[in-house]
């Protein structure tokens, strides 16, 4: 049974500052997706990693996967209040479904 | 830019109640996606349905729950007879077809079960 653990799951920061939040998982699996999730709302998707030493940026947020340490990192770069929300990781098991992280809540202050 | 709808937004039910909650997929997608999420908690996959059948269920996905497509359009999920556990946003969530296609989410069902 494939388990994905983030790590930290809360935290706080100030903006201005870098940080990065960890995406371990238990066993080989094809794709990662980061999901942003404002509060009351739906997820949207940020990123789909595809491969071993994937990296993919969009504007303060740069995803990467490394397949043999099975992690994924999402870094933040110079946050902003905006960025405030909470993130998700999540792999996909067997042919279909999306097996999710507990998500990272992200509180980001002035 | 298409996108996945739910309706209703917001449910409330007594305990016992039925409750159907409507999806309409993305118009060319192939999968189709249940997952729930409890308040404060992660996403759970529920069920996944493809050529109008089943294709994976969890443990979550009880004989109290059953989906349908009963047209071209609609993607529904029936709870039987809910329970104060049922409490939770449901998702639904449709997809392209095989390959590395992104699960693209709608808003979401809230469901409040008294």
């Known amino acids: 049974e494939l388990k994905v653990e983030q790590n930290p799951l809360f935290l706080s920061m100030q903006e201005g500052k870098n940080y990065t939040i960890y995406c371990n998982y238990s066993?080989?699996?094809?794709?990662l997706y980061w999901y942003r999730q404002d509060p009351g709302k739906s997820l949207e998707s940020l990123f789909v990693?595809?491969?071993?030493?994937a990296v993919k940026q969009e504007g303060r947020l740069m995803a990467s996967l490394d397949t043999k340490a099975r992690l994924s990192t999402l870094h933040i770069t110079a946050a902003v209040h905006d960025l405030s929300a909470t993130y998700f990781c999540?792999?996909?098991?067997?042919?279909?479904?999306?097996?999710f992280g507990q998500g990272t809540r992200l509180t980001i202050n002035p | 830019e298409p996108e996945v709808t739910q309706t209703p937004s917001h449910q409330v039910t007594q305990m016992g109640q039925e409750v159907i909650l409507r999806c309409v997929p993305i118009?060319?997608?192939?999968?189709f996606y249940w997952y729930r999420q409890i308040l404060g908690q992660k996403v759970e996959f529920l069920v996944s349905?493809?050529?109008?059948?089943?294709?994976?269920k969890s443990e979550i996905f009880d004989d109290q729950f059953s989906v349908e497509r009963p047209d071209g359009s609609n993607f529904t999920l029936k709870i039987r007879s809910t329970k104060l556990e049922d409490s939770a946003m449901y998702f639904c969530?449709?997809?392209?077809?095989?390959?590395?296609?992104?699960?693209?989410f709608g808003p979401g069902t809230r469901l409040t079960v008294t």
């Open positions: 990693l595809l491969s071993n030493g």
């Open positions: 969530a449709s997809k392209g077809g095989i390959g590395p296609y992104e699960q693209y």
């Open positions: 999540a792999r996909i098991q067997g042919a279909q479904k999306l097996v």
């Open positions: 066993t080989t699996s094809d794709r």
């Open positions: 349905f493809y050529n109008n059948e089943i294709s994976e």
């Open positions: 118009s060319n997608h192939l999968y």
